[in-house]
């Protein structure tokens, strides 16, 4: 019996002595980690970095407008008539006063002799009223009766003219026309459409523009003008027209502007990217907009500064500095408080950096900016 106990004693005894061993295993282990992740430093961050730059720039107000002609008209029929005869074609330009559509007046033709001859008559019996009444020999009723009716007469050719000039369809002015519709034979009716008519150049393009703007808006103040139809085409034109009232719904002004289009590629009713460009050019500091860390709180960016570790060693960290912005152009953007001119701040890999963190600088990476980029599909 005592022998048993010793031995279970010796077998408890035995157990505490490796649970003990272990556990000393253990937290050896777990200092020696907590020392390492102590003395750890996590490797540099790869980024690209800029300088921020005080320019200049012009004031610039950006809109999208669209093309309207100089002058539009759906020309049509003042009285109704079968076609006779198209003195056009689809899509092509035609100078002021061209014959576009005639209209039958075959009728009206021959009422014209009848009423020619009439009023030639008339005009025959007044000289011989007049003669007579030099003489005395008729009275002064005669003598008016015959003016009444040669001016009668007169009046039914002009009548009869103004029908036939109605029912032949002219260009009122200079201008491309549109598909046409109507075709010989056609039978219309007053006021049907034949075909659209519009001059455009020069192409007007007609914009809004916040209230704000008409402290610096004027007439003849420059405009540049491009669209995505042809993005290798910009043109530039000026002001010349300045609406005399503000929408009350929006708060907006509309504003016109003339741009020359003398190959006619501008079409009316494209739409146009217009930017107003003041006169005056104002101090701005630039950096590229891709370094710019947007959130709802407020937008920042991370600042380069030079920094010695524990050792002495001089390495590059990055600070996070909160920025208002101003206007963006192209990949620039333009920042009105928070940035010195000439502090250095982080283009690209802004995403994964924090207060204090090491940096490593690889600036043979770093993408183009643009003022005015243009991509290309590949």
């Known amino acids: 019996m005592k022998t048993n106990t010793k031995l279970w004693v010796a077998v408890i005894l035995g157990l505490l002595v490796l649970v003990a061993g272990l556990a000393g295993i253990k937290a050896s282990q777990i200092v020696t980690m907590i020392k390492a992740g102590k003395a750890f430093v996590p490797p540099p961050e790869a980024v690209t970095s800029a300088r921020a730059e005080a ?91 015959a003016e009444a009716r040669a001016k009668a007469a007169a009046a039914a050719v002009e009548s009869l003219q103004a029908t036939i000039a109605k029912k ?57 003008m491009h669209n995505d139809i042809f993005p290798d085409s910009d043109w530039d034109g000026q002001i010349t027209t300045i609406n005399s009232e503000v929408d009350p719904s929006t708060r ?47 937008d920042s960016v991370f600042v380069l500064e030079e920094k010695k570790d524990a050792s002495g060693k001089a390495t590059t960290v990055a600070r996070q500095k909160f920025v208002r912005l101003g206007e963006r152009r192209g990949d620039i953007v333009a920042v009105v408080s928070g940035l010195d001119p000439g502090e250095v701040v982080v283009t690209t890999g802004a995403f994964k950096l924090r207060n204090g963190v090491a940096v490593l600088v690889k600036n043979d990476f770093a993408p183009k900016t643009d003022l005015a980029p243009k991509p290309t599909d590949n």
């Not at 369809?169 to 056609?186: T, W």
């Not at 190959?263 to 590229?288: H, N, T, Y």
Request: proline fraction near 7%; charge should be positive.
């Open 55 to 145: 320019t200049e720039w012009q004031p610039t107000k950006s809109a999208i407008g669209t093309l309207i002609a100089v002058r539009g008209a759906t020309l049509g029929a003042e009285l109704p008539g079968t076609v006779r005869q198209v003195g056009f074609d689809s899509g092509t330009f035609v100078r002021k006063g061209a014959l576009l559509v005639k209209l039958d007046t075959s009728a009206e033709e021959a009422q014209l002799a009848a009423s020619q001859a009439d009023a030639a008559l008339a005009r025959l019996n007044l000289e011989r009223a007049q003669s007579l009444r030099k003489g005395e020999a008729n009275t002064p009723a005669d003598l008016d009766l």
């Open 252 to 298: 907006n002004v509309r504003v016109r502007a003339t741009f020359p289009n003398p190959d006619g590629r501008l079409r009316p009713g494209m739409f146009a990217k217009v930017e107003v460009q003041s006169a005056d050019r104002r101090p701005v500091l630039v950096i590229p907009a891709t370094g710019v860390l947007f959130a709802p709180y407020g």
């Open 168 to 224: 032949t369809i002219r260009a009122p002015f200079d201008g491309r026309i549109a598909i046409r519709q109507v075709e010989l034979g056609q039978v219309v009716s007053a006021g049907a459409p034949v075909a659209s008519l519009q001059s455009i150049d020069p192409i007007y393009a007609e914009f809004s523009l916040p209230q704000q703007a008409l402290a610096e808006l004027k007439v003849g103040q420059h405009a540049h």
